[in-house]
């Protein structure tokens, strides 16, 4: 079991940048993807960028481009690099660690982004 914590999260505008982080609770090293998710109000919570071990990134095309998956191995630790902003990415963000065949699936408890003017 891993622990996952997001930080990060906030209030901007329109055009502006935000990062999050994603802090485990053990050595990521290991793990085959680490993802990040959001939730908007009355959506499904769809995939936003993965990042599979061996380097390899997937991004939802609403956010390629202006969004960047990147992840710290020594320091257990994922993050999502947000600019160019814009109202419809307001959503709860989660991190998440998954097994190649899901049969590991652990989630963090989400951080609120808000984008508005």
């Known amino acids: 079991q891993v622990q996952l914590v997001e930080s990060g999260g906030g209030f901007v505008q329109p055009g502006g940048s935000l990062r999050l982080s994603c802090a485990a609770s053990r050595n990521i090293f290991a793990i085959y993807a680490m993802n990040w998710y959001r939730q908007a109000p009355g959506n499904q919570r769809e995939l936003v960028a993965a990042l599979i071990r061996g380097g390899i990134t997937n991004y939802a095309d609403s956010v390629k481009g202006r969004f960047t998956i990147s992840r710290d191995n020594a320091k257990n630790m994922v993050f999502l690099q947000m600019n160019s902003l814009k109202p419809e990415d307001t959503a709860v963000y989660y991190c998440?660690?998954?097994?190649?065949?899901?049969?590991?699936?652990?989630w963090g408890q989400g951080t609120q982004v808000t984008v508005s003017s």
């Open positions: 998440n660690a998954a097994g190649a065949d899901r049969e590991y699936d652990w």
